[in-house]
């Protein structure tokens, strides 16, 4: 089978840390973006990140009891073993692996989305395709991990690749195969690849209560959700997720200063840009507020760049602001709420443009095996130039996670998307989706 053809690879290259891996559109002319989120505007057209300072919307299906942290600061120690490694385990060949503090992982993210419009529910993103079967994420995850409770310095690696998926189309970065988005005649391929995350970690014990190091490409660090399909509460994403910032690329350092606070400070090559003449110097930072024993907690995140569209490359630089906070109501029950203003000057012929959005979600745990959330979102567009149609949008949604075993999930979701000002969804104000998704974890 393929995995083990990966495994191979894997292996061949020995202890070596060998990275491969948001989203620049490389689109232009048009006011509106396919969304990778800082590319060109569109036209209406994912265990948890050890060292990235989301959220973990409560409950979410990752690591359950988890979730009203904020994501560590400092790195954690190796996550659950999946059927590939278990698989392994006893082998010459996982012997060599653990040896190594080696991991080869992955899964296959299916969905199907019933809808109201026919062909598609774009501005609504990811699982944008009306009434069809899809394989949105089939992602290869391979690291190596840091030793958090070492008196020296670690060194790691992680390296995550959509192979292939429909989400490589919001997530694929400027400057890094973004040729795909319009190899179709002009348009996205409707399957493609994306090194999503690949970066080198290195982690100091000695400074701090533990500082890590992280140079390459990451997911960013604001808001409550992410491209790690595993990690959200609910299937679909929220447009103040789909429409600001998805990955960085640059070196970024997590300081843990006491077991409550934890800093981040990066400089970047842009928002969701690579190496191309579209990239240019920007800071990213965040403080977390997270006690141990405490039933609340609070991320802070910015991102302060030049804040100017970029007209020759058709590029957009965002400056954004984001506060994050969550609360554990009881042992089942927890509140998380997303706020986030993001803005930007020199957009052709409307000049200042921004928009913002505040999302809430009520999580319940009914088991350790199921889990529901409520989700109601409010994102203004204000001049349109994100989603490519302004105006404000209200999005509820409601969503299960069943965990029929622990590589194998079931994730119905009801949802409902209304514009106050604007007809999005193919000449119509308003879009009703039911979505099925299934995830098979290897």
Same mark, same amino acid.
């Given at each position: 089978m393929w995995p083990a053809l990966v495994l191979g690879g894997a292996l061949a290259l020995g202890p070596t840390p060998a990275p491969t891996s948001p989203a620049q559109s490389s689109v232009s002319g048009s006011p509106v973006v396919s969304r990778p989120a800082n590319s060109a505007p569109i036209a209406s057209p +994912?265990?948890?990140?050890? &060292?990235? #300072?989301? !959220?973990?919307?409560?409950? =979410?299906? =990752?690591?359950?009891?988890?979730?009203? &942290?904020?994501?560590?600061?400092?790195?954690?120690?190796?996550? @659950?073993?999946?059927? #590939?490694?278990?698989?392994?385990? /006893?082998?010459?060949? /996982? =012997?060599?692996? @653990?040896d190594q503090r080696l991991a080869v992982s992955g899964w296959a993210s299916m969905t199907f989305t019933g809808s109201t419009d026919r062909h598609d529910q774009l501005p609504m993103g990811f699982n944008y395709l009306a009434n069809q079967f899809t394989l949105q994420q089939n992602l290869v995850r391979v690291e190596r991990f840091v030793d958090p409770n070492a008196t020296t310095p670690t060194w790691g690696f992680r390296s995550d690749t959509i192979l292939p998926g429909v989400d490589y189309r919001f997530t694929i970065a400027r400057g890094l195969f973004d040729h795909q988005l319009v190899a179709d005649n002009g348009a996205p391929n409707l399957y493609g690849i994306d090194p999503v995350q690949f970066y080198g970690e290195l982690y100091v014990p000695e400074v701090g209560r533990g500082l890590d190091i992280k140079l390459g490409r990451f997911f960013a660090l604001f808001g409550a959700e992410s491209i790690d399909t595993t990690q959200n509460a609910v299937y679909s994403r929220a447009y103040n997720f789909l429409y600001n910032p998805y990955t960085h690329t640059g070196l970024l350092t997590t300081l843990k200063l006491t077991d409550a606070w934890t800093v981040q400070n990066g400089i970047v090559t842009g +928002?969701?840009?690579?190496? @191309?003449?579209?990239?240019?110097?920007?800071? !990213?930072g965040s403080a977390k507020w997270a006690p141990p024993t405490g039933?609340? %907690?609070?991320?802070?995140?910015?991102?302060?760049? $030049?804040? *100017?569209?970029?007209?020759? *490359? %058709?590029?957009?630089?965002?400056?954004?602001?984001?506060?994050?906070?969550?609360? $554990?109501? %009881?042992?089942? #029950?927890?509140?998380?709420?997303?706020?986030?203003?993001?803005? &930007?000057?020199?957009f052709p012929n409307v000049g200042f443009v921004n928009n913002w959005g505040v999302v809430q979600y009520l999580t319940y745990q009914f088991s350790s095996k199921l889990f529901a959330? +409520?989700? #109601?979102?409010?994102f203004d567009d204000v001049q349109g130039q994100r989603t490519g149609f302004k105006g404000l949008y209200t999005v509820l949604t409601t969503g299960v996670t069943y965990k029929v075993a622990p590589y194998f999930w079931l994730r119905p979701?009801?949802?409902?998307?209304?514009?106050?000002? %604007?007809?999005?969804?193919? /000449? $119509?104000?308003?879009l009703f989706t039911a979505t099925l998704n299934v995830l098979l974890r290897w």
């Amino acid at each position: 089978m393929w995995p083990a053809l990966v495994l191979g690879g894997a292996l061949a290259l020995g202890p070596t840390p060998a990275p491969t891996s948001p989203a620049q559109s490389s689109v232009s002319g048009s006011p509106v973006v396919s969304r990778p989120a800082n590319s060109a505007p569109i036209a209406s057209p +994912s265990e948890p990140e050890p &060292q990235t #300072l989301t !959220i973990e919307v409560p409950l =979410a299906p =990752a690591p359950p009891p988890a979730t009203t &942290q904020i994501k560590p600061a400092a790195p954690t120690a190796a996550p @659950d073993r999946w059927p #590939l490694m278990n698989a392994l385990q /006893g082998t010459w060949y /996982g =012997a060599e692996l @653990d040896d190594q503090r080696l991991a080869v992982s992955g899964w296959a993210s299916m969905t199907f989305t019933g809808s109201t419009d026919r062909h598609d529910q774009l501005p609504m993103g990811f699982n944008y395709l009306a009434n069809q079967f899809t394989l949105q994420q089939n992602l290869v995850r391979v690291e190596r991990f840091v030793d958090p409770n070492a008196t020296t310095p670690t060194w790691g690696f992680r390296s995550d690749t959509i192979l292939p998926g429909v989400d490589y189309r919001f997530t694929i970065a400027r400057g890094l195969f973004d040729h795909q988005l319009v190899a179709d005649n002009g348009a996205p391929n409707l399957y493609g690849i994306d090194p999503v995350q690949f970066y080198g970690e290195l982690y100091v014990p000695e400074v701090g209560r533990g500082l890590d190091i992280k140079l390459g490409r990451f997911f960013a660090l604001f808001g409550a959700e992410s491209i790690d399909t595993t990690q959200n509460a609910v299937y679909s994403r929220a447009y103040n997720f789909l429409y600001n910032p998805y990955t960085h690329t640059g070196l970024l350092t997590t300081l843990k200063l006491t077991d409550a606070w934890t800093v981040q400070n990066g400089i970047v090559t842009g +928002s969701d840009v690579f190496i @191309d003449p579209a990239a240019n110097p920007t800071y !990213i930072g965040s403080a977390k507020w997270a006690p141990p024993t405490g039933r609340d %907690s609070v991320l802070v995140s910015v991102i302060l760049g $030049k804040g *100017r569209y970029d007209a020759a *490359r %058709s590029f957009s630089n965002p400056e954004l602001f984001d506060l994050v906070y969550a609360h $554990k109501v %009881s042992d089942r #029950l927890t509140y998380t709420v997303d706020a986030t203003y993001s803005f &930007q000057t020199g957009f052709p012929n409307v000049g200042f443009v921004n928009n913002w959005g505040v999302v809430q979600y009520l999580t319940y745990q009914f088991s350790s095996k199921l889990f529901a959330t +409520s989700r #109601l979102e409010f994102f203004d567009d204000v001049q349109g130039q994100r989603t490519g149609f302004k105006g404000l949008y209200t999005v509820l949604t409601t969503g299960v996670t069943y965990k029929v075993a622990p590589y194998f999930w079931l994730r119905p979701e009801l949802r409902y998307d209304t514009n106050a000002e %604007s007809r999005p969804f193919e /000449g $119509k104000p308003d879009l009703f989706t039911a979505t099925l998704n299934v995830l098979l974890r290897w």
